[in-house]
């Protein structure tokens, strides 16, 4: 295989939740410029919904239109790559500040992946991994593991950030 050629991604979907809190994003077709098929990129995200679907959903409609609308328009390619990180961290950001803006009370994880060529680009944020498994047989954890119970690093963060990390015991409820 030339090392110019495009990779082949093959893709599917597995496990769904029961809850019904899980949205998934499948985009193989994506173009930096309208019309030209030589600017393909494929995304696929996921987004683990927690106390409802809203954030989820609202995530899934919303992401890739502000992570792409943070990148300047008319890029190289070699400029798009190299802008792509920062406008993941906007995309993140600004959707997350226009979701509380709606006054909800939902959540989601996200784990964001963006293949251009032989350049695979991964954001993540919670708990959802993201593994790449090549043809070759080489697997390769791209996301770090934010489950506070596994994660010392994750722990300290959050602590030095001022919150608090413990097991969230709720008792009581609706009784009849």
């Not at 995309?91 to 994880?109: A, L, N, P, R, Y």
């Not at 060529?117 to 498994?133: K, M, N, Y």
Request: hydrophobic share 40%; charged share 25%.
């Amino acid at each position: 295989m030339k090392r110019f050629e495009k990779p082949f991604v093959k893709y599917g979907q597995a496990a769904l939740a029961k809850k019904g809190e899980d949205y998934f994003l499948i985009k193989p077709d994506c173009l930096r410029i309208p019309g030209n098929a030589s600017t393909s990129f494929s995304v696929f995200a996921i987004f683990d919904g927690h106390n409802g679907i809203s954030a989820a959903i609202f995530a899934k409609e919303n992401l890739l239109n502000n992570v792409l609308s943070a990148i300047p328009q008319g890029a190289s390619r070699d400029e798009w790559l190299q802008a792509l990180p920062r406008a993941l961290v906007a995309g993140f950001v600004k959707t997350d500040i226009e979701f509380q803006q709606k006054g909800e009370t939902s959540g989601t994880t996200v784990t964001f992946v963006v293949i251009d060529g032989w350049t695979v680009t991964v954001a993540s944020v919670g708990d959802s991994r993201c593994i790449l498994d090549t043809q070759g047989g080489i697997i390769s954890l791209l996301t770090v593991d934010h489950r506070l119970e596994e994660n010392e690093e994750e722990r300290e963060r959050v602590t030095a950030s001022g919150g608090e990390v413990g097991r969230l015991n709720v008792f009581g409820g609706n009784e009849v």
